[in-house]
């Protein structure tokens, strides 16, 4: 019975949020219907945030990220990209995403017609190890 538990248990995606520092600052979080993954390189000093869900996401002119939670706060912006199942937003600052993860409860990703929401429980420690590493300087 424990076997069956044990294969059962690790049959379910990932839920934590997963930080890595090689070969460039990284942060992921899995969940059954979205997947969200960070990153931040060195070399261009650009950090990128990518929400894929599996119905993806249709064309739109804005896309937005709200946080619920103690610090409750909506990013919207112009400047993402589409492809597929992803939509990806690059920016030389993430202070507010960065903020909006550590310090809340849960986040939607949304267009005017689709929308993915996520949970923060546990993105604190791993956002802030995130931080480190991109205030660190490049090897």
């Not at 946080?67 to 920016?91: A, Y």
């Amino acid at each position: 019975m424990r076997i069956f538990i044990v294969l059962l248990l690790t049959a379910l995606p990932a839920s934590a949020w997963e930080f890595t520092s090689n070969p460039i600052c990284r942060l992921d979080h899995t969940e059954a219907d979205v997947s969200v993954k960070l990153t931040f390189d060195h070399s261009s000093g650009l950090y990128a945030i990518a929400v894929t869900q599996p119905n993806g996401w249709p064309g739109a002119p804005v896309y937005s990220i709200r946080f619920e939670g103690p610090r409750p706060l909506t990013i919207s912006t112009d400047r993402h990209q589409t492809k597929g199942g992803t939509v990806t937003v690059t920016d030389t600052g993430f202070s507010n995403v960065l903020d909006g993860l550590e310090f809340n409860r849960s986040a939607t990703a949304f267009t005017a017609t689709a929308a993915a929401q996520f949970s923060l429980d546990g993105a604190a420690e791993p956002v802030q190890a995130f931080r480190a590493c991109t205030t660190a300087p490049s090897v």
